[in-house]
């Protein structure tokens, strides 16, 4: 079976991540997509700005996936304690689904940095990387280079996905819910019930 993996912290999932998963699906002929929201971020440990607690960001994704048969949400992060590190989250699917063959899909912004993330030789070992290709993010150049780098250092499998250019992050979601203004369309409407009837974004508080 063709796994994708699409992680994130998803604080909370919007419509960007949804699409970026439904075209690695349809574009490399996956038979599923993993949904992971992320455990504890030890990237986010400096921001003012907590995470909201990663019970309320899973029940968001499977909120936002329950309508996509070839999605499916694991808590494979959440239930892990202390950091959450990608390679561990691929030697763990690894073991859970033998047969498969993994995709890790990734902005090109995040492969640019993957060199400096833990173990990232052990983590390209196990998977494919998809890349979604936005050049508002990364540079042609800077993307080839990085390419170029992992492939050589590290034997990466890395493929190019050309994705939308869709201008949604959470950090403006969060921005416009605690700004009282609309959020729609920019998150599936579950999300934006449940944002709304949790009383999340309101505050810096992440609960």
């Not at 048969?69 to 892990?80: A, K, M, T």
């Not at 994705?163 to 729609?184: D, K, L, P």
């Not at 599936?188 to 009383?199: L, M, N, R």
């Amino acid at each position: 079976m063709k796994t994708g993996f699409l992680g994130g912290t998803f604080d909370p999932i919007h419509n960007g991540h949804l699409i970026l998963g439904e075209t690695a699906f349809d574009a490399f002929g996956l038979d599923r997509v993993l949904v992971i929201p992320t455990g504890h971020s030890y990237f986010k440990d400096h921001k003012e700005e907590k995470v909201t607690s990663p019970e309320i960001r899973l029940a968001m994704t499977k909120a936002a996936c329950a309508d996509n048969p070839h999605f499916e949400v694991s808590d494979i992060e959440v239930r892990r304690p202390g950091n959450s590190y990608t390679f561990e989250t691929l030697e763990e699917l690894q073991q859970l689904y033998p047969e498969d063959t993994f995709y890790y899909i990734i902005g090109a912004d995040a492969l640019c940095m993957l060199h400096k993330w833990r173990e990232p030789g052990r983590l390209l070992s196990l998977c494919h990387i998809l890349v979604a290709v936005r050049e508002d993010q990364v540079s042609a150049a800077e993307l080839d280079q990085a390419i170029e780098n992992l492939e050589r250092e590290f034997g990466a499998r890395i493929s190019r996905m050309p994705v939308r250019n869709i201008e949604i992050s959470s950090t403006e979601i969060r921005e416009r819910v605690r700004e009282g203004r609309s959020i729609r369309y920019l998150v599936p409407g579950a999300v934006s019930e449940f944002i709304g009837e949790h009383g999340l974004y309101r505050a810096w508080n992440g609960s």
